[in-house]
T-cell receptor, first 111, second 116 residues
Framework: GENVEQHPSTLSVQEGDSAVIKCTYS??????FPWYKQELGKGPQLIID?????GEKKDQRIAVTLNKTAKHFSLHITETQPEDSAVYFC??????????FGRGTSLIVHP | GAGVSQSPSNKVTEKGKDVELRCDPI?????LYWYRQSLGQGLEFLIY????????KSGLPSDRFSAERTGGSVSTLTIQRTQQEDSAVYLC??????????????FGPGTRLTVT
């Protein structure tokens, strides 16, 4: 089955800095890679996703890159703000419609 | 429009009791998922429903856990003879699923279960 590794588990940055979270996956059949943001006491919310026919996707301050050859994908957040503080999860799916999630990254943005 | 809703938001129960957790998916979504999230942990897949197909129960941790989905909409997750290790947040998600080639999942707010 699919295995998704996510790093780092905790990331602390100053407001205005960039943050990068990286994930690797094992199943070459995976072709859909979403990122979720989970705020305290809430369910995960989809913030951006990428499919295997695209190498990079941007949405304002967030971007995701995908390297299918190396089987890794990354989330980039620029000009971080305190409200970006949350737990971020990556996931991979495509071999089946059941995604495999990473263990999460707790992002802390210090004002 | 309305998102995924779950009830109750919090449930405290005594060890050995049965509990039922409810999920109302987004209208029109044929796929429904249940996950368990222990404190500070990732999302553990439990069960997946797609339309009228037999559910994928491969993530259920024991036979004390079961789920059903009535009329292709509302789902109930039942935990029998609860144990303290069942304490977690139970999340439900729905999606348009394979019928539309869609993988995007929309999560509910979760039910926090505490077994005392």
């Amino acid at each position: 089955g699919e295995n998704v590794e996510q790093h780092p588990s905790t990331l602390s940055v100053q407001e205005g800095d960039s943050a990068v979270i990286k994930c690797t996956y094992s199943d070459s059949a995976s072709n859909y890679f979403p990122w979720y943001k989970q705020e305290l006491g809430k369910g995960p919310q989809l913030i951006i996703d990428i499919r295997s026919n695209v190498g990079e996707k941007k949405d304002q301050r967030i971007a995701v890159t995908l390297n299918k050859t190396a089987k890794h994908f990354s989330l980039h957040i620029t000009e971080t703000q305190p409200e970006d503080s949350a737990v971020y999860f990556c996931a991979a799916s495509g071999g089946s419609y059941i995604p495999t999630f990473g263990r999460g990254t707790s992002l802390i943005v210090h004002p | 429009g309305a998102g995924v809703s779950q009830s109750p938001s919090n449930k405290v129960t005594e060890k050995g009791k049965d509990v039922e957790l409810r999920c109302d998916p987004i209208s029109g979504h044929t796929a429904l998922y249940w996950y368990r999230q222990s404190l500070g942990q990732g999302l553990e897949f439990l069960i997946y429903f797609q339309g009228n197909s037999a559910p994928d129960k491969s993530g259920l941790p024991s036979d004390r856990f079961s789920a059903e989905r009535t009329g292709g909409s509302v789902s109930t997750l039942t935990i029998q003879r609860t144990q303290q290790e069942d304490s977690a947040v139970y999340l439900c998600a729905s999606s348009f699923g394979p019928t539309s080639g869609s993988y995007e999942q929309y999560f509910g707010p979760g039910t926090r279960l505490t077994v005392t």
